[in-house]
């Protein structure tokens, strides 16, 4: 007798244990061994998955609050480093007092001897700056300190050291668990303030320190001075090419009076200048650069002349001749 399929309706032989068209079980037993297997198949996987989705869940969540409590805590710091306000206010009057006059010290130790030096160089570089530039070289070749940089500035650096190494001292005298770092920067937070309290402290070695300043800042100058003279302009050089160097700067300033960037009255005043300058010139010539300059003389006096009055009529041709004139200075002046 045949079988009908419990899933597809169909009509199955009786002697088939499934159905032909839709492969499901064609007898009851075996209906009910597939569900019992679905069903602890599909209990073992959705249990199995969430309980791992769950740890994983909960491993994040607390590695995210373990990251926030050491923010904030931070359990390998002091209470210090933790809250870096209190540092400011935990120094006391008497502490203060007492670094201060360890500043005072050190200070006093820095100040003895800083300008002695300098201030005995100081008739020498005088008599050096007014000699002449082959001297001054020989004096700066001769004396090495002339290469030192600013003398000022170097005492100023040790002020600060001193300043910021009685600090440091200070607080980690203190405060001798406190990290590096974190000391560093409450030297840093506190130099200042600190170091406008310890000079409140010790008025004298502040006067010694402002007048030694003034030594060194003087003897900069007078050394500045000397270096100037030895890389100014070799003396001895010929008269006509000191005569060129001052045709040259009334050349510049002609051309800038006919470029019509400056008011009339400054044009008129460079114009006049530069008439003056080549009329004297050309008594150190003779010949054609004698005659060249009285040329830009003229015209200089001519241009200058109808800036102010008009005439003569033909200013703007006299600008250009003097234009074209002192393009002629390479060919005067080598």
């Not at 920067?185 to 409140?200: D, G, H, I, K, P």
Request: proline fraction near 4%; include cysteine.
């Amino acid at each position: 007798m045949p079988l009908t399929c419990r899933n597809c309706k169909s009509e199955v032989d009786a002697s088939f244990d499934f159905c032909p068209k839709c492969s499901k079980p064609l007898r009851p037993e075996m209906l009910e061994n597939e569900s019992a297997g679905k069903a602890k198949s599909t209990s073992n996987i959705d249990y199995g998955m969430s309980t791992k989705a769950r740890y994983i869940s909960a491993g994040v969540v607390l590695a995210i609050i373990a990251a926030l409590v050491l923010a904030i805590t931070n359990p390998f710091r002091g209470p210090l480093e933790r809250d870096d306000a209190s540092l400011k206010s935990a120094f006391t009057s008497q502490e203060l007092n007492s670094s201060a006059k360890s500043f005072c010290s050190a200070l006093t130790k820095v100040l003895v001897t800083a300008s002695d030096p300098q201030e005995s160089r100081l008739p020498l570089l005088k008599q050096a700056s007014e000699g002449s530039q082959i001297a001054a070289k020989t004096f700066i070749e001769k004396n090495s300190w002339m290469q030192d940089s600013s003398a000022k500035s170097q005492l100023e650096i040790s002020y600060s050291h001193v300043s910021t190494a009685q600090l440091e001292k200070a607080i980690k005298d203190k405060y001798p668990a406190l990290s590096k770092s974190w000391s560093n920067y409450q030297v840093s937070r506190l130099n200042e303030e600190f170091s406008t309290y310890a000079v409140s402290r010790c008025p004298d070695v502040s006067l010694i320190y402002d007048v030694s300043l003034a030594v060194l800042e003087k003897y900069d100058t007078a050394r500045d001075k000397v270096r100037a003279l030895a890389q100014s302009e070799s003396p001895g050089k010929s008269q006509p090419q000191t005569v060129c160097q001052k045709i040259n700067a009334q050349i510049n300033e002609a051309k800038e009076a006919l470029s019509g960037a400056t008011s009339v009255t400054s044009a008129m005043d460079q114009l006049s200048h530069a008439s003056q300058v080549w009329s004297q010139a050309a008594a150190s010539f003779s010949g054609s650069k004698h005659d060249w300059l009285n040329k830009m003389a003229e015209l200089s006096g001519a241009v200058n002349s109808y800036l102010q009055t008009g005439e003569p009529d033909d200013g703007p041709l006299k600008a250009t001749q003097l234009q074209n004139n002192m393009k002629l200075f390479p060919i005067f002046c080598k």
